[in-house]
């Protein structure tokens, strides 16, 4: 079991690999930001440790690809955020809420 501290590590850790990859994805190197995001998948079972909220919007759980390398695109409806990959066709929602 991780301590708080492992965890700490690990969630800053993964928010730097997210960082990373969207720079990756930009420059489209392709290959190396699918590497990070396996990277992050991996640390997010072994660690038991969410998945940042911005970096869920962006990956595809299916494929585990990025939306920006895949051609998906992310749509806004109401209370609602569609994310769709453009790799597997996986669609995923997320509920908007007020605060």
């Known amino acids: ?4 501290k492992e965890k700490a590590i690990i969630e800053r850790r993964m928010k730097e ?17 699918s590497r990070k995001i ?3 998948f991996l640390y997010s079972q072994k660690y038991k440790v969410g998945i940042p ?3 869920r919007i962006w990956f595809c759980r299916k494929c585990k690809k990025g939306i920006y390398s895949t051609g998906g695109h992310i749509r806004l409806k109401k209370s609602m955020i569609s ?4 790799n597997c066709g996986y669609v995923r929602r997320f509920r908007i809420t007020r605060r």
Do not use: W
Request: charged share 35%.
């Open 1 to 4: 079991m991780a301590s708080n």
């Open 17 to 33: 690999l997210f960082e990373l990859t969207i720079l990756d994805e930009k420059e489209k190197e392709i290959d190396s930001a």
């Open 38 to 40: 396996e990277l992050i």
């Open 83 to 86: 994310v769709h990959c453009g």
């Open 53 to 55: 909220d911005e970096a």
